[in-house]
């Protein structure tokens, strides 16, 4: 019977479990290149059957948040390189998950240039920025000569990466960034071929996958969605059709795996779309992400209604989450005051078994 800890084979990589480390955003890049202490974190969580790092933006026009890491510099494939070769020392595996924030940046990131967007409609929140909490702008919708660039810059970003020594990239297309702004109605109300219908919403996404894979192979790509997840002032009015569409998309660039955010901002299941429905249509690797602990995750994986696990929250506070599953152990309780920047107190602190 399959479960967390069967083997299993993501393009030429062999996975010693079905654990996977979700990308988390934890704001410890103060010059936007990672530093050792992430080194630190990364190589305590290589048991992971698969890490998929923290968000890392494709260009200094992807940024929307303080101190988090790019992946398009030559001083940022320096610092990446640290992390993949202690990962690889300890037997693990790393993707980096490439990130463009789009609308939800703020001016005060780019020179006071408003962030750019599929359409110039602003969304309700507030973007941290370096000096606090500031209200969204309205952002300025791409011209369609501009999003070439757009796709050149994930190009560049996935070339960077095998340049740092990953094994694979994640695109972000969930949680309201770029590629899901373009994806969805309510942020994307274009006249062109990148709006309207849900084929011209998801050529973005299409082009941009289509130009990684050809870049670095598509055994070394995967891409994550959330289609129930309203986090930036997110909705669409036919999610279900939307997101079967996007997994056919991609199924058919032979993208080696779809990372599915099942839940909503509440972390609950939303009936409005089947997560079942959509993996029909994707030929490749299923990850689930959706507040799984052991019980659910084994449950999942021997229910064949996914191929891999990916756990979030859990990993902060247990960087040996696979040893602690393997043993029935207890958990350590994460401290969310530490969630989001500061030192090593919170990131890299948190005790393992026989500390």
């Known amino acids: 019977m399959t479960d967390l800890f069967s083997p299993v084979q993501l393009g030429k990589l062999k996975l010693s479990s079905r654990i996977v480390m979700a990308p988390m955003t934890r704001n410890r890049a103060p010059e936007n290149i990672p530093t050792d202490l992430m080194a630190e974190y990364y190589t305590q969580r290589a048991s992971a059957g698969l890490i998929i790092t923290e968000g890392a933006q494709i260009s ?60 110039a409609i602003r969304p309700a929140g507030q973007a941290f920025t370096y000096t606090g909490l500031q209200d969204f702008v309205t952002p300025r ?34 949680n309201g960034y770029l ?40 055994d070394k790509v995967g891409v994550r969605i959330a289609p129930v997840n309203a986090f930036n002032d997110m909705h669409d009015s036919d999610p279900q ?27 609950e299941p939303d009936q409005a779309v089947d997560m079942q429905q959509i993996r029909s249509h994707f030929d490749g690797m299923y990850i689930a992400n959706g507040r799984y602990d052991k019980a659910r995750g084994n449950a999942v994986l021997s229910s064949d ?29 994460p401290d969310q005051a530490t969630f989001y920047g500061g030192d090593a107190h919170g990131y890299t602190d948190y005790p393992a078994l026989g500390a």
Not at 245 to 267: K, P, Q, R
Not at 305 to 333: H, M, Q, S, T
Request: proline residues 6%; aromatic residues 8%; negative net charge.
């Open 60 to 119: 200094e026009q992807g940024i929307g948040y303080p101190a988090t890491p790019g992946i398009h510099s030559p001083e940022q494939v320096a610092g990446w390189q640290k992390i993949t070769d202690a990962v690889h020392a300890r037997g693990g595996h790393i993707f980096v998950q490439l990130w463009h924030c789009g609308r939800v940046s703020h001016p005060d990131f780019h020179g006071g240039a408003l962030p750019p967007a599929p359409s």
């Open 141 to 174: 919708a791409l011209e369609l000569e501009e999003i070439p660039g757009i796709i050149e810059q994930y190009r560049h970003a996935a070339s960077m990466a095998m340049q740092a020594g990953f094994d694979g990239v994640e695109i972000h297309s969930a």
């Open 305 to 333: 209604k996914a191929d891999l696990v990916a756990y979030g929250i859990p990993y902060l506070a247990n960087p040996d989450l696979p040893g602690r599953f393997l043993r029935d152990a207890p958990l350590n309780e």
């Open 179 to 218: 590629l899901d702004q373009f994806l969805r109605d309510g942020s994307n109300q274009r006249t062109d071929a990148y709006g309207g219908s849900i084929e011209n919403r998801t050529r973005l996404l299409r082009e941009v996958t289509e130009a990684v894979c050809n870049e670095i192979g598509a």
């Open 241 to 267: 059709a939307l997101f079967n569409h996007v997994a056919t998309t991609l199924s058919g660039l032979h993208a080696a795996y779809l990372h599915v955010v099942e839940v909503s901002m509440a972390g």
